[in-house]
């Protein structure tokens, strides 16, 4: 931030990356699975803490899934535990027992999601009850300095923040001076580059 003065990482955005660690929207590095950039899903680690990060809104749809299955598996498990299912030999006892624990493991991957889930909320309560002076010494002693870099990372990293395409223009015609950055083809010396500014933040490379 202190190289960065239009983008404060301490004020609460559901649209960035967050590390749960940190708690800010810290500066990350883009990773994939299997370690190519073919893998089948991209990952965002904090540069600070290297943990993975996310987005609020990401872990909602999967905690709700893990909960709704596990009451699915123990209602089942139970209703087998009273005998409407006809439980009467040892096997369909494992059968039940079956039923339960995959209820219990459902109920553990929905706890582990709500936890993300509260820890972000908490601190969004947290950083409303601050005064933008305050928010601004927090981000200015964060363990988080953003420094301009020209990468893909630092790319989507900042890009986060900006609501319009006019206000992004402004910014990477700052940081980039007018030129196309390096990752996007042509690099910082290329005398083909465009020198007009990038005018909204790349697309994600597409999933397999």
Request: a negative charge; proline letters at 6%.
């Amino acid at each position: 931030m202190k190289n960065i003065p239009e983008i404060n990482h301490c004020v609460p955005n559901p649209d960035a990356y967050w590390c749960r660690e940190c708690k800010a929207h810290t500066g990350f590095d883009i990773s994939y699975e299997e370690g190519s950039e073919h893998g089948s899903q991209r990952v965002e680690r904090c540069q600070v803490c290297e943990m993975r990060m996310s987005k609020s809104g990401e872990h909602e749809f999967f905690m709700f899934l893990c909960f709704g299955c596990c009451g699915l598996f123990v209602i089942g498990g139970l209703l087998g535990v009273i005998g409407v299912f006809g439980v009467n030999t040892g096997s369909d006892w494992w059968a039940v027992l079956s039923i339960l624990v995959f209820g219990v493991f459902w109920g553990l991957g929905g706890w582990g999601f709500s936890r993300f889930k509260k820890g972000w909320t908490d601190w969004c309560a947290s950083q409303e009850r601050k005064t933008e002076s305050q928010l601004k010494k927090e981000g200015l002693s964060h363990p988080f300095q953003a420094e301009f870099e020209d990468s893909k990372s630092f790319y989507d990293w900042a890009a986060q923040f900006f609501d319009s395409d006019e206000e992004w223009g402004r910014f990477a015609e700052k940081y980039w001076q007018g030129k196309i950055p390096a990752f996007l083809g042509g690099g910082a010396d290329d005398p083909s580059s465009d020198p007009a500014p990038p005018s909204s933040p790349p697309a994600d490379p597409p999933e397999d």
